[in-house]
């Protein structure tokens, strides 16, 4: 499991260290700039030709500088050049130039002026990005953009970007002006926020995640969790022999409706894929004919549609077996919906009390409660909206939502008591033991059908982990399940293609591993 580190955070880690230490930051750099050489020859391939590092005044550019050096003494076949921006150096970024010029002199560096660029030189293999790293607060201007331009303009020739693509903040993701679109980031110590919000995951590439010689437990206590693969198998351990359906939990599902039974099926689905051991589809009596042949492995609690209260006594006396409730996939918001989740939300504020059923909500059940004038307290309930979703419970507009997801993500917590997945590209995290980003997934899963695959998943969690098969606390839930639903989709992108992925194949992939 890894965390972020802001760049406020890294900068105040680094000069402890230093203090601490004695080590000197120009360590620090030589430390960085091999790990950036490395990446660099990777990316030029083994044929020669020319590496062009875009060097900034500062220890971004001071970390180009050095791999610069390190890669033509590794590296013979490649030649590397060295534009620099038009400003004075500081103190690091110039012995560094200096070491070069000494050490390398073979080494092209050219001062660049605030005139035209030059010609590129030839048989350019990569680009390196070092103009400025994490600590840029204003816009690109002036050459720098230029630089920005240029690299992103030559779309057959890589980019390796130092620490951060210059241009994206290291906090938020967002553009400041404009960003360089990376192939591959070399992040230092551990990665920055700002490489997954926002727009960091498509200008950032495949980021890798580098040791500069600080001890990688130091900073641990602040930054969100990110999931890694390989932490799944720690929070789901293998099955015991000594085991039956109920050791993995019963999960109740109020879904569907006509015109949308796919939906509960999908999620049905999706929660035996995750290891429930039973699910019940509580749904409109019209209906459960259809979702017994596109689910049969789950079972059906057909509900009569002219009486909710009718309806609701069924589904109690269902509820008082279950470890888990998913509400809302399918479901629709007509009256007869709309009356059943709201006894049904009464229904989980009195078993908080006595004992809890953890409870997700989702689509139509959570689009019920923010037209709900009654507050809720939702303590043992996971809310799973999508951003706009999110501005319907926090009564604000969608844009709101999207230009600062943390804040909206926090502002569910506080105001339903549940825990939180605001959903997007990166989804925030939020439960009482503490915050989350999972960056696992692909864009094949923006389809319909997806958020009620993740419905399933975290029912089947939740449900397991009521029964006493998993040992998780609440965020490790919502992190396990969202890995496993963002693994499933990297499984159904593999077989299928980007462009193809169902919602069907995504449900059918949970479990697997691409």
Known sequence: ?????????????????????????????????????????????????????????????????????????????????????????????????????????????????????????????????????????????GTALALCALMNEQERIPTLAVDIPSGLDGTTGRILGCAVRAERTVTFH?????????????????????????????????????????????????????????????????????????????????????????????????????????????????????????????????????????????????????ELVLRVLNELRQRQAVRPLPAVLDADALNLLAHSAEGYELTSCILTPHPAEAARLLHCEVSEVLADQETAARQLRRQYGASVILKNAVSHLIAKEGEALNVLGTPAMAKGGSGDALTGVLCALLAGRQAGAYDMNDLEVLQASCGLHGLAGLSAEARCGQLSVLATDLAGAVGMYP
């Open 1 to 141: 499991m890894q965390k972020t580190i802001t760049p406020d955070e890294m900068k105040r880690l680094e000069e402890n260290y230093m203090n601490r230490t004695g080590t000197s930051a120009l360590q620090l750099m030589e430390c960085a700039a091999r790990h950036v050489a490395d990446a660099a020859a990777e990316l030029a391939g083994e044929n020669g030709g020319t590496v062009l590092c875009l060097c900034g005044p500062g220890s971004n550019g001071g970390d180009g500088l050095a791999a610069m050096r390190l890669l033509t003494a590794s590296h013979p076949e490649l030649r590397a050049v060295c534009w620099l921006l038009p400003s004075t150096l500081n103190d690091a970024a110039e012995h560094q130039l200096r070491r070069l010029q000494a050490e390398a002199p073979a080494v092209e560096v050219v001062r660049l002026t605030d005139g035209p660029l030059p010609p590129l030189p030839e048989n350019i293999r990569c680009f390196v990005d070092s103009l400025f790293g994490t600590g840029l607060s204003r816009p690109l201007t």
């Open 190 to 338: 551990r990665p920055k926020p700002g490489l997954f919000l926002g727009c960091g995951l498509d200008f950032a590439g495949k980021t890798d995640v580098v040791s500069i010689g600080i001890p990688p437990e130091e900073g641990t206590n602040a930054g969100y969790d990110i999931l890694e693969p390989e932490d799944l198998r720690r929070l789901l351990p293998p099955r015991r022999h000594l085991s039956h359906k109920g050791t993995y939990g019963r999960v109740v599902l109020l879904a569907g409706s006509k015109g949308m039974a796919g939906a509960a099926a999908i999620s049905a689905t999706a929660a035996l894929r995750a290891g429930a051991g039973l699910v019940m589809i509580a749904c409109p009596e019209s209906i459960w004919q259809i979702l017994q042949t596109l689910c049969p492995c789950a079972t059906c609690l057909p509900l009569p549609e002219d009486d909710p209260a009718s309806a609701f006594l069924m589904l109690e006396k269902a509820l008082n077996q279950a470890d888990c409730l998913g509400m809302g996939c399918g479901l629709g918001q007509g009256p007869w919906a709309r």
